[in-house]
């Protein structure tokens, strides 16, 4: 089995900074990218970013875009979320995914298996 976890996310006030990790293990499985969703209260799932695994390159939700950096780890199949200025919009459950196929639609969700549980991030004003 694969098994996905996030870790890294906390309180933090408006403005404040956090690094969220994720790690996929386990089973076996291919990777062409690998990306970011959150989740609020009450609402939908939304791609947050994603990285191309084989030539680096990124794609940012627009609401982030300027904020957050998603990098590759050093080992393999690790993911970093670098967020800054944050703000209360930015309150969400965090999850890291693994995309194994190839597709045009990098930022698509049903794109996506072996999700993580997810790290939960508050921003207070």
Not at 25 to 38: D, I, K, L, Q, V
Request: one cysteine or more.
């Amino acid at each position: 089995q694969v098994q996905t976890v996030e870790s890294g996310g906390g309180l933090v006030q408006t403005g404040g900074s956090l690094r969220l990790s994720c790690a996929a293990s386990g089973g076996t499985f291919t990777t062409y990218a690998m990306g970011w969703f959150r989740q609020a209260p009450g609402k939908e799932r939304e791609f947050v970013a994603a990285i191309n695994w084989i030539d680096g390159s990124t794609h940012y939700a627009d609401s982030v875009q300027g904020r957050f950096s998603i990098s590759r780890g050093n080992a393999k199949n690790t993911l970093y979320l670098q967020m800054t200025s944050l703000k209360p919009e930015d309150t969400a459950v965090y999850y890291c995914a693994t995309k194994p196929l190839y597709s045009d639609y990098v930022t698509a969700l049903y794109e996506y298996d072996y999700w993580g549980q997810g790290t939960q991030v508050t921003v207070s004003s």
